[in-house]
């Protein structure tokens, strides 16, 4: 399983950022508890990168580094073989809230499958990230919407040619339900991302970020991806 989170890194995260970061160890945890249909420990791969698309030639480019913290290998991901990477990953996702306010998620995502790859900048020595067999998944954290207008059938569709097959990558968002207050501050209803999840299908999941902590949509997640590891239809 390849795994990127899309970070909303705007002046009003700072809270969800520290909780995301509190919760992925217990996230590392239960993906180190997960088995293939052969009864194998799952092999994964973690990323981040940030909302902001203000700067073309960074968009979607993974984090590896932190402030003042260890940000684990230099490589523009985390891995299973990296060992405890709860501590790495948490670091990376500090990115701060200095990022533009035009939160474009699933632009940012589809530049790190895509162009990034092409350009370098999320490969390690010439290897990718994206293995051929391995589900693509991605978790948006935001509370505003996707703010540009570029079609949502074409992120759907990016997201098929980056793979080959709907059901070799699975989609999750937690965002604005509904326009909210919460103890992480307020969040606006994120209707594109609502859309672009529903069209995903079974394979996507939305969850409200509107719950004042990410343990439960962190959980849905993983049930979400799980189930599309099980149903990956491999690469003939």
Not at 29 to 56: C, I, M, Q, W
Request: aromatic residues 8%; negative net charge; glycine residues 10%.
């Amino acid at each position: 399983m390849d795994i990127v989170f899309v970070v909303d890194n705007s002046g009003s995260m700072s809270q969800e950022q520290d909780n995301l970061a509190a919760n992925f160890p217990k996230f590392i945890t239960t993906l180190d508890g997960f088995r293939t249909k052969s009864g194998e420990p799952l092999d994964y791969r973690v990323a981040v990168t940030n909302t902001d698309a203000s700067k073309s030639s960074d968009t979607g480019k993974f984090r590896t580094s932190g402030t003042s913290c260890s940000a684990g290998p230099g490589r523009p991901w985390l891995e299973k073989a990296d060992g405890d990477i709860g501590p790495f990953f948490s670091c990376r996702a500090k990115m701060g809230t200095s990022g533009s306010a035009t939160e474009q998620g699933l632009e940012a995502m589809k530049h790190a499958v895509t162009s990034r790859v092409t350009d370098g900048s999320n490969s390690d020595g010439g290897k990718a990230f994206l293995r051929d067999d391995a589900l693509m998944a991605f978790l948006i954290l935001t509370d505003e919407d996707e703010t540009n207008s570029n079609s949502i059938d074409g992120y759907v569709q990016a997201f098929d040619n980056v793979k080959g097959d709907r059901s070799r990558w699975a989609a999750a968002a937690i965002a604005g339900e509904t326009s909210c207050n919460s103890t992480f501050g307020s969040a606006r209803e994120a209707k594109r991302l609502k859309e672009f999840i529903g069209k995903v299908g079974a394979n996507g999941i939305f969850s409200s970020i509107c719950a004042g902590d990410l343990t439960e949509g962190l959980t849905k997640a993983l049930n979400t991806f799980q189930g599309a590891c099980r149903n990956f239809v491999p690469v003939k």
